[in-house]
């Protein structure tokens, strides 16, 4: 779950919802400066689906002490690993190079997404989280082999070291900017860095709010002149939850509302 404080409310955004925003943005992605990702099909099941098997924990969430839910970035490391694990072999089951990229994505909120953002880490503050962590990372490392190993000979080519590392660092901007619009972003923001293409070239993608839900985008990375993507999100009051059940039933009863952000060149 994403939830960000809105004035004196919260603005919550499911996991699963998110995946689709994010499969969507991954649909419009490519054009004649950037490259149209490759294999799409795989891609995009990848970004559609990727945060699917948060369904489960988006409500059943553990709350703090002082009541209030966790969102995703702060859920127990044993939990926050395990869901991840789980995830990538879901995606696998229906597309095995599409689970390999969301197992490359969980492994990448524990190493700032493979070195591409800095702001991305959950820190080991204590022995404990560094050996679940640890133990996480050299499963999902394993996993990745044995992914390889059935998907060659047919997706060789999309494994190659280059394409591979591009293929996971374009997700991660579909990614990135799933999470603001997740987050009810409204003021002006850039995602760097951007591939531009399978040959090592990247930019920095600025985006400028033109009015409310809607930015210009410099430079252009969609297929067509002007997009449009929709979420559903729910507004909830700022209280102190007495219990798990007290907040899943607030959570069920609140209206979901569409949520929709307009981009253009």
Known sequence: MFITPVGNRWF???QADHSVLV????SFWGNEEFAVPKPMRSMIIAAAEHDHVW????HQVLLKPEGVPFDFANLPYDRHTSLYAEGARQVASRDLYAGFMVSLHGMGIYNYRHGTDDTMIRPRNTPHDAEVIDAYMAGEAAYQKSLQEQLAPEFAPYLEEDTLWTNYHIFQVWDR?????SKYQQEDFIIDPAPLDYEGGSTKLAFTRIEENHFRVSPYPFSKPKVSFSFIARWVDQISFDDEE???CVLDQTTRIPVTYTFEA
């Open 246 to 248: 007290q907040y899943r």
């Open 55 to 58: 369904v489960r924990e988006d």
């Open 177 to 181: 900017l799933g999470i603001l619009l």
């Open 23 to 26: 499969g969507q943005i991954a």
């Open 12 to 14: 919550f955004t499911t």
